[in-house]
């Protein structure tokens, strides 16, 4: 018996003075482990006669307990100041600065996309999207311009070669204008619905104002009771949220698409005296999007009774208001990837975008 006590203090002395859990868990291999000195104890008691078995049993059980019990204690010391330890070591100085000169650079159309998602977002409108390549129906005809129509004229694309024998109807084309999402969402969900479409188009056109590829933002709103106050009320706040200018003059002139009834072109004041052009109250408007009701019959291409529903949508170009923003002169440079323009024109990725961001 004393000889086990003696055994018991050595192992809890060992124990305590495990440096790390790399030695204690060496010291539970030496004592409990398959051949480990206590285990080999347990084993002895098979060669013991009974009475003898049964008091030198119990010490060695309780033997086997202590360290045990001593074991998990160490492991739980013994972790908790290794934690700690890490803590200390893999601190982060959170205050230290970014080195954001050297990285990339957000191109300004990506940056006036999170603008507009930030400003349209805050009034209650999703982001929707819908494929580049686009039936004639979703761009064209669902949209109140059948296959005559002089407004596909003004909106030339490119269309993708069907089979031999194709009707014209049936033929795919790169989408002209971020309109045919108002027909997908319309036919897909049921109102109330507040969208805003930012996207890639096309036409065939090619100079300094123009690009086949350019991007354009959509919006649509189909609600019961919405009038053209309400068109009025958020477009006249966005204009003035974009640019940041709280007395910006929003003028709405009578216009025409075959997809809005009414229609109405907006325009923003500027100044053009000196030969500049700058955006504020001034003598000059400058037009910068297109809006209007949506047209009845459209409302009835996709399944929304004209007498229950209304709404309104409007449509820009992105490009065009990145430039005016930005004093951004050329539309072509916005894809030549020259690094030199992106780091005169780029946004550091640590500009989030707020409503009216911009600065640099
Ligand atoms: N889709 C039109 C265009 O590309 C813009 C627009 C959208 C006008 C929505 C009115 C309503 O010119």
């Given at each position: 018996m004393e000889s086990l006590d003696a055994e018991r203090d050595d192992w809890l002395r060992q124990i305590t003075a495990a440096a790390d859990l790399d030695a204690l868990e060496r010291i539970r291999i030496a004592a409990l482990g398959r051949s480990g000195a206590v285990t080999q104890l347990l084993k002895g008691l098979g060669a013991l006669a009974p009475e003898e078995r049964k008091a030198r049993g119990a010490a060695v059980n309780k033997l086997k307990e202590q360290v045990e019990a001593a074991l998990a204690e160490a492991k739980g010391r013994l972790e908790a100041a290794s934690l700690e330890e890490r803590l200390t070591r893999e601190r982060v100085d959170v205050s230290l600065p970014v080195k954001a000169e050297s990285e990339g650079r957000i191109h300004p159309i990506s940056q006036t996309v999170d603008e507009l998602i930030a400003i349209f977002g805050e009034m209650g409108f999703v982001v929707a999207e819908g494929p580049h390549i686009e039936d004639d129906f979703y761009n064209f005809t669902a949209l109140n311009i059948p296959p005559e129509h002089p407004a596909r004229q003004e909106q030339d694309t490119f269309y993708l070669m069907g089979a031999e024998g194709t009707r014209p109807e049936a033929r795919k084309v790169?989408?002209?204008?971020?309109?045919p999402v108002q027909i997908r969402t319309m036919k897909a969900q049921k109102p109330p619905i507040r969208i805003i479409v930012p996207g890639r188009t096309f036409r065939s056109d090619h100079d300094a104002t123009h690009s086949p590829m350019f991007h354009q933002v959509e919006g649509l709103v189909i609600e019961k009771n919405i009038h053209m106050g309400h068109l009025k009320g958020c477009l006249i706040e966005f204009c003035r949220t974009f640019f940041d200018i709280d007395d910006l003059p929003v003028r709405f002139r009578p216009s025409y698409f075959p997809?809005?009834?009414?229609s109405a072109e907006v325009d923003i004041g500027c100044s053009r005296a000196g030969g500049g052009l700058k955006i504020g109250a001034g003598a000059d408007w400058l037009e910068i999007l297109g809006s209007g009701m949506v047209h009845p019959k459209v409302l009835m291409n996709c399944g929304l009774d004209p007498a229950e529903y209304q709404g309104f949508a409007f449509g820009m170009g992105i490009e065009r208001i990145a430039m005016l923003k930005y004093g951004i002169p050329d539309l072509r440079t916005f894809y030549d990837s020259d690094l030199r323009w992106l780091r005169h024109y780029g946004f550091s990725a640590l500009d989030l975008p707020s409503l009216v961001t911009g600065a640099r």
């Open positions: 790169l989408r002209t204008h971020t309109s997809f809005t009834e009414p």
